[in-house]
């Protein structure tokens, strides 16, 4: 295991980012710095280990830092995001935690974008604050990284090394495509069983006996509704843009079922539920066990020293679903080409790699490890 | 327990049927008489137990029989429950299988309805056909019951004491209220979950890893969508009228939520999400173990020997949430006062209704067994 690059800054110590202090302790992290608005957070921060040291002030964490993370509420994030550049030192990584990622990187200035990289760790539990806090929160889960055109690389690098010592699994989307996948996956279907709970509370006939003899599609359908509502009601203004058009999109697609019944469209509800069984089979196809052991390899791109390489880079791989297992940056001399080493896991992951990586005009060669 | 009244026919054989003679011969039923269009699925009933004979026409199934089933698929259920009732003998009763019970009774005339009981037992299975078959299929399962006003009273008894034989729960409803129950807990959240599937089938942009680490609340969606499309095309045409209303409502919540968040009404959102919550909790409230051992109560119900006195008696205690445990009828002499027995369980649940009994002008007296 690589050193944990450090020392680390974590602005809002609640359930997200003391989990993230406790898994980056127990991984070795020397010195973890909070800040929280709450001083008596902050205070039983410390006493639970989430951080080794608390700052009074943002400026007073983040001085210093090599990686800063804000883990306030998603609706925040732009803001404090904003408040952290400011003040942060010039060579100091930057991320976040929120669940939509066009909302924070939309309201930075090009420069800042080139200091910060989004993040989203999919992950959470029932209860929150820092006393539900835990260590184990982010092992296994994707922890997706939105690195833009103008990201640095080099900060890129530290950031997934920071995050993978949690035991997460980081892949790199672009943020758009990620805001769009988390409305279609998450927060649409939150709003539907939503509705649908509003709907059967108001007119359920013949009440609770009844609903709850009908099966398991209704509880399914529900499992998700209601939960922390002011925490959801600021995850859809904060993607309004994604989850609106994800909404408007499927209103459409049940106009056009409603059609088909009224017409009595046998043949074409068929094709609907058929459609919808060869979706699912191709959606829920397993790619194999994640953490199968396989022989890792190595490719090394050779990266223009340039805004933007990296980002191409992450951003094919992720379109290819390769997941990268470790990544390491050599730079070259200024203005010259330095290298990207990528690790990946198995000969058919790193000969697709090579595939995507070339097809951006991109030189690399490979080395089984 | 009572022994089952018979004999019994069963037309169409097809997991549903065959379920129900295994279920019925292994409560010691003694004659089970099978039609079905295909011979080998006839002979392979035979062969499994399901049916004691095998009858080559609905007529001759029909002959002497105490009780039918029409197990058919849902959309020939009407047809087949009027082929049935013109050649069964005037002091059997009929009834279907079949997941909309509009569709049915509104084929039938008011003398066919006397003789008619539909029926809807909640359970199914993955695979079909009498091959799939199984003896506990029913078992715990809510088994609907839907007597209309011209229902037979004794007809009504007789059917409920053969589904009883089963292990299901059988529960009286008016046959509205459960179509557009049965639209709302199972029918619409089919089509929202494969709308779904499709929606992202065709816009996922990042392919099956990101869905996959995407959280549960996509899975919980999708878990019923496009299973058995045959099937659930003849569902969503025979309960066309309620799931369309259904559809056409949940819609106009979608646009309402959408509207909230375009005009980013954190309020409104909260609130929306608090009040699902709250819904779940009041649909999802625990009466209670089923099976519960508590004590019988007996409720004498004075009756006249007039159509709709039982449907009436039925449907009250079904909109109370209260679960008939058993029944029996004991006739007046013709065009006097008859006696109808129901049995519940406990104290709470005798005294909730003889009060909705009471509600509909009817004389009671309660006896604990």
């Known amino acids: 295991m690589r050193p944990i690059p450090g020392p680390i800054a974590i602005v809002g110590i609640g359930l997200m980012g003391g989990s993230l202090g406790l898994a980056l302790r127990g991984a070795g992290a020397e010195q973890i710095v909070g800040y929280d608005i709450a001083a008596d957070t902050l205070a039983q921060a410390l006493a639970l280990g989430a951080i080794t040291r608390s700052a009074s002030s943002v400026a007073e964490a983040v001085a210093g830092a090599a990686c800063v993370f804000v883990a306030a509420p998603v609706g925040l994030a732009a803001a404090i995001a904003h408040q952290v550049l400011a003040v942060a030192p010039p060579d100091c990584v930057v991320s976040d935690l929120g669940s939509a990622k066009g909302v924070v990187i939309d309201a930075l200035s090009a420069d800042e974008r080139a200091r910060f990289i989004g993040g989203h760790p999919v992950c959470g539990g029932e209860r929150s604050g820092v006393a539900a806090a835990r260590g184990d929160l982010y092992r296994g889960a994707t922890w997706f990284l939105t690195p833009t055109a103008e990201a640095r690389p080099e900060l890129y690098e530290r950031v997934y090394a920071v995050i993978s010592a949690t035991g997460a699994r980081p892949a790199a989307i672009d943020a758009e495509v990620h805001d769009r996948l988390m409305a279609l996956v998450s927060h649409v279907p939150h709003v539907l069983a939503a509705a649908l709970i509003h709907q059967a509370a108001a007119t359920a006939p013949s009440g609770r006996e009844a609903l709850r003899s009908a099966g398991p599609s209704f509880d399914d359908l529900t499992r998700v509704a209601g939960a922390n509502p002011p925490l959801w009601a600021d995850i859809l203004i904060a993607n309004r843009g994604a989850v609106v058009e994800a909404l ?34 191709r959606l829920r196809v397993d ?75 991109v030189r690399t060669h490979v080395n089984p490890v």
Do not use: C, K
């Open 248 to 281: 408007r999109e499927y209103r459409g697609r049940l106009a056009e079922v409603e059609q088909q019944i009224v017409n009595r469209d046998r043949q074409a509800l068929i094709a609907f539920m058929a459609g919808a069984a060869d979706g699912r089979r």
């Open 287 to 361: 790619d194999g066990p994640a953490d199968a052991i396989v022989e890792p390899w190595e490719i090394v791109v050779g990266i223009p020293d340039r805004p933007g390489a990296v980002s191409e880079i992450t951003t094919a791989l992720g379109h290819g679903h390769i997941n990268i297992v470790d990544l390491v940056l050599r730079p070259g001399p200024p203005g010259g080409v330095g290298e990207f080493v990528v690790r990946v896991s198995g000969a058919a992951a790193a000969s697709a790699a090579v595939e995507r990586i070339a097809a951006l005009g």
